[in-house]
Nanobody, 128 residues
Framework: QVQLVESGGGLVQAGDSLRLSCAAS????????MGWFRQAPGKERVFVGH???????SYADSVKGRFTISRDSAKNTVYLQMNSLKPEDTAVYYC??????????????????????WGQGTQVTVSS
């Protein structure tokens, strides 16, 4: 069983930066793929990015070059560093996890259905 707890959300202005954290329980953290998704009001939950067990990262085109995902295995924590924030980044951000089931280094876990564990979400609001 894995439990995920996000923190770090808040209200910022366009152009500002924010870092979200996701603390995970469980001894197999290092073998998990850790993903970030977001859901804006009235819209579907969408993939933001992930970090594979080997450290490979992938991002949605909408955040590429602005967002960075990293993980600290010693702290069982994954981070989402968000720079140059835009009003359209406003959403509830969710951390997700599951076993990294493939050794294909190019595989990207973009579907929310591929993650079995979810955090409670943290609100990020970017004002213009």
């Amino acid at each position: 069983q894995v439990q995920l707890v996000e923190s770090g959300g808040g209200l910022v202005q366009a152009g500002d930066s924010l870092r979200l954290s996701c603390a995970a329980s469980g001894r197999t953290f290092s073998s998990y793929v850790m993903g970030w998704f977001r859901q804006a009001p009235g819209k579907e939950r969408v993939f933001v990015g992930h970090i594979r067990s080997g450290g490979t990262t992938s991002y949605a085109d909408s955040v590429k070059g602005r967002f960075t995902i990293s993980r600290d295995s010693a702290k069982n924590t994954v981070y989402l560093q968000m720079n140059s924030l835009k009003p359209e980044d406003t959403a509830v951000y969710y951390c997700a996890a599951d076993a990294d089931r493939t050794d294909r280094s190019t595989y990207v876990y973009t579907s929310w259905g591929e993650y079995g564990y979810w955090g409670q979400g943290t609100q990020v609001t970017v004002s213009s």
